[in-house]
């Protein structure tokens, strides 16, 4: 395949095969009907408008489709746009597939269920480890499959995993560098603490929220998981109200989304490694379509920063 479409740099004409993740009906200013298409491959996602669209239009290209389109790439408001100047729906002649324009995670789904199940081992506590370990088994396969975000950050196939297990090596080396931290609360809240999205997501490919999703969040969602967990297991104690604050806590402040802020050591450090983590995953690909001496396209989470890539950079 050609080089991905977020590697194009703005006035490149372009003729490609790209999977519409979602497609959202609009008005213009005209009256007249539009599309705002969010197209993608492996190197990610790119915005497109489909002017003058029909019932017809919204019929053909919805997500999950894959198109042909030859366009331009423009630059609208900071960021790099598709403007489409023909589109049509791949034909079996293509020869294309889903699996052509999915980003997947760096490592194997075996390779980080070896390593989680390592750290489960390592865990002292029964009742925080038994808690984990049923959660982690109850959600495998969904948990191995989905990504932690429908857009921002590790918005790929078995992103979700390879978020906890970058986490994870983080905060093992967070609390060997602070050994009063607790490290079976630290490692269950990794674990834990976005495991709602399997139920919060609509799955890995065209990733949307579910009802539950709008209504609940993977934060409830999940504090009410531990609950059952622990009823399930017939498990009692104070081990299950931390756990179950480590998830309330992990967005850090309520205008983050957090129904509470962390009020133990572990929770406050449960939102650094997450933050961490999150950010850097947003940096390094922002920064991987760059050149050095060029600046990103703005990243609204971080602020609508554009970040500079120094020239001695590799």
Excluded: C
Excluded at 86 to 95: K, V
Excluded at 194 to 202: A, Q, R
Excluded at 277 to 292: Q, T
């Amino acid at each position: 395949m050609s080089k991905g479409i977020l590697f194009h740099s703005v006035g490149d004409q372009v003729e490609v095969f790209l999977l519409i993740k979602s497609s959202v009906k609009g008005i213009a200013s005209n009256g007249k009907p539009f599309l705002t298409l969010i197209l993608q491959d492996r190197s990610g996602e790119i915005e497109a408008k489909l002017w003058d669209a029909s019932e017809e239009d919204e019929k053909t290209y919805g997500p999950e489709g894959i198109v042909k389109i030859i366009g331009d790439i423009q630059n609208y408001r900071g960021r790099n746009q598709l403007k489409i100047r023909q589109i049509r729906p791949a034909l079996d002649t293509d020869s294309v597939q889903i699996a052509d324009f999915i980003e997947t995670a760096p490592l194997s789904q075996d390779q980080m269920m070896s390593k989680i199940t390592q750290y489960i081992f390592e865990m002292k506590n029964p009742n925080i480890q038994r808690i984990t370990r049923h959660l982690l088994k109850k959600y495998q396969d969904p948990f191995l499959e989905y990504p932690a975000a429908t857009k921002n950050h590790h918005e790929f196939v078995s992103g979700l995993a390879f978020h906890v297990v970058s986490m994870l090596d983080l905060a093992k080396v967070i609390s060997e560098l602070y050994p009063t931290l607790d490290k079976d609360l630290l490692y269950a809240g990794v674990l834990l603490h976005d495991l709602g999205k399997v139920i919060e997501l609509s799955g890995p490919i065209s990733t949307s929220y579910t009802i539950e999703g709008n209504l609940l969040g993977h934060i409830t969602i999940m504090v009410s998981e531990i609950g059952k967990a622990a009823e399930e297991l017939s498990i009692t104690g104070e081990e299950v109200m931390i756990l179950q604050h480590l998830v309330l806590s992990h967005h850090g402040k309520a205008e983050w989304g957090s129904p509470k802020p962390p009020l133990i050591k572990e929770a406050e450090i449960l939102h650094y490694i997450d933050n961490i983590d999150a950010k850097m995953n947003m940096l390094d690909r922002a920064l991987e379509r760059v050149k050095p001496g060029e600046f990103t396209e703005r990243i609204f989470p971080l602020d609508n920063r554009a970040f500079y890539k120094p020239t001695f950079h590799k």
